[in-house]
């Protein structure tokens, strides 16, 4: 079934099978130039697995000289040496088509009506907005194009093919990584947006994610040993296929061991244990909120790994905010 990590663990959940520690690689690291930096999200407080975001410079999706191949079971994919990899998944038979596409004067044609460059993208006035577009025209092209699917919102995505060709993916789907790589989120530090201003305080992985990649593993486990040694990685068996996997080392187990240990705990009526947080802080989550333990807590925690007050009112004035 080709569908998406998020998508699978839907259906079939996130099951864990077997898993085994996977080591660093030590000492000074090659990475590539584009990499700035890594952090974890723990997810703590929801069921999500932690997830990696790298910190990076440039659209690293795009690179010079990037072609496509078609490869098994409708999967298409552009691997860069450095260790990147795009892919889409489309099923659907390829035919010429008519499509749409803006021409520049130029000759060359666009899926979209460009900007010129070096537009800052923050305009007094109507007339400088439609002003900082390239001149040209819609025209109708025939080419090569799969059936139209509902992927990516229906999206075209238009491929130059290694034999070649231009081929475009009426609407396909984002799936898993395929073996020997990772998916990770991205920030593109380089790229500044006006309405990003108000969250210039905040560190860059909690501002603007710019998409995610597929990194080959050496790649992967390089910039974790360069970024987050304190990180520990896991080669987990899930349910649709084997993952790498960021746990803590003080868990000594994955993390949705962890965060079952304590829901039945909670429903036992039993204190919480000393990674409490991974079940009920869920903080750094998209909407959630510290919640406390009703229970109390094992012998084990320490004072220190317990909320303050200030924390308890920030989160209880973050729920008053949104309503519940």
Same mark, same amino acid.
């Given at each position: 079934?080709?569908?998406?990590?998020?998508?699978?663990?839907?259906?079939?959940?996130?099951?864990?099978?077997? =898993?085994?520690?996977?080591?660093?690689?030590?000492?000074?690291?090659?990475?590539?130039? =584009?990499?700035? #930096?890594?952090?974890?999200? =723990?997810?703590?407080?929801?069921?999500?697995?932690?997830?990696?975001?790298?910190?990076?410079?440039?659209?690293?999706?795009?690179?010079?000289?990037?072609?496509?191949?078609?490869?098994?079971?409708?999967?298409?994919?552009?691997?860069?040496?450095?260790?990147?990899?795009?892919?889409?998944?489309?099923?659907?038979?390829?035919?010429?088509?008519?499509?749409?596409?803006?021409?520049?004067?130029?000759?060359?044609?666009?899926?979209?009506? @460009?900007?010129?460059?070096?537009?800052?993208?923050?305009?007094?006035?109507?007339?400088?907005?439609?002003?900082?577009?390239?001149? #040209?025209?819609?025209?109708?092209?025939?080419?090569?194009?799969?059936?139209?699917?509902?992927?990516?919102?229906?999206?075209?995505?238009?491929?130059?093919?290694?034999?070649?060709?231009?081929?475009?993916?009426?609407? @396909?789907?984002?799936?898993?990584?395929?073996? #020997?790589?990772?998916?990770?989120?991205?920030?593109?530090?380089?790229?500044?947006?006006?309405?990003?201003?108000?969250?210039?305080?905040?560190?860059?992985?909690?501002?603007?994610?710019?998409?995610?990649?597929?990194?080959?593993?050496?790649?992967?486990?390089?910039?974790?040993?360069?970024?987050?040694?304190?990180?520990?990685?896991?080669?987990?068996?899930?349910?649709?296929?084997?993952?790498?996997?960021?746990?803590?080392?003080? =868990?000594?187990?994955?993390?949705?061991?962890?965060?079952?240990?304590?829901?039945?705990?909670?429903?036992?009526?039993? @204190?919480?244990?000393?990674?409490?947080?991974?079940?009920?802080?869920?903080?750094?989550?998209?909407?959630?909120?510290?919640?406390?333990?009703?229970?109390?807590?094992?012998?084990?925690?320490?004072?220190?790994?317990?909320?303050?007050?200030?924390?308890?009112?920030?989160?209880?004035?973050?729920?008053?905010?949104?309503?519940?």
């Amino acid at each position: 079934m080709m569908l998406s990590d998020e998508q699978m663990n839907v259906i079939s959940g996130s099951r864990n099978g077997a =898993w085994v520690d996977i080591p660093l690689p030590t000492g000074r690291q090659q990475l590539p130039d =584009w990499v700035r #930096g890594a952090h974890v999200d =723990w997810h703590d407080g929801v069921a999500n697995a932690p997830t990696i975001k790298l910190n990076v410079r440039g659209k690293v999706n795009d690179w010079d000289g990037k072609v496509w191949m078609r490869e098994k079971g409708g999967m298409y994919m552009a691997r860069h040496p450095d260790g990147r990899l795009q892919q889409h998944h489309h099923s659907g038979a390829v035919s010429m088509t008519a499509m749409r596409r803006f021409r520049t004067t130029d000759g060359k044609l666009h899926d979209y009506v @460009p900007q010129k460059p070096g537009i800052s993208n923050v305009f007094t006035s109507t007339e400088d907005y439609e002003s900082s577009f390239e001149p #040209g025209e819609w025209v109708e092209v025939e080419v090569l194009a799969t059936t139209k699917q509902d992927g990516y919102g229906g999206a075209n995505i238009w491929l130059d093919m290694d034999d070649g060709t231009q081929l475009v993916l009426r609407g @396909p789907w984002h799936v898993g990584a395929p073996p #020997g790589y990772v998916e990770v989120t991205c920030c593109d530090s380089s790229q500044r947006y006006e309405w990003e201003r108000k969250k210039e305080h905040k560190p860059w992985y909690r501002r603007f994610i710019g998409g995610s990649m597929y990194l080959r593993h050496d790649v992967f486990l390089a910039i974790v040993a360069t970024y987050l040694p304190h990180v520990r990685i896991a080669g987990v068996e899930k349910s649709y296929g084997y993952r790498l996997e960021a746990y803590r080392a003080e =868990w000594g187990m994955l993390k949705a061991e962890v965060y079952d240990l304590e829901i039945n705990r909670y429903r036992n009526k039993e @204190p919480a244990g000393p990674f409490w947080r991974t079940y009920w802080d869920g903080t750094n989550a998209y909407c959630g909120n510290l919640r406390v333990p009703e229970y109390g807590y094992r012998d084990e925690v320490h004072e220190g790994d317990k909320p303050k007050q200030a924390e308890i009112d920030r989160a209880e004035e973050r729920r008053k905010r949104r309503g519940y």
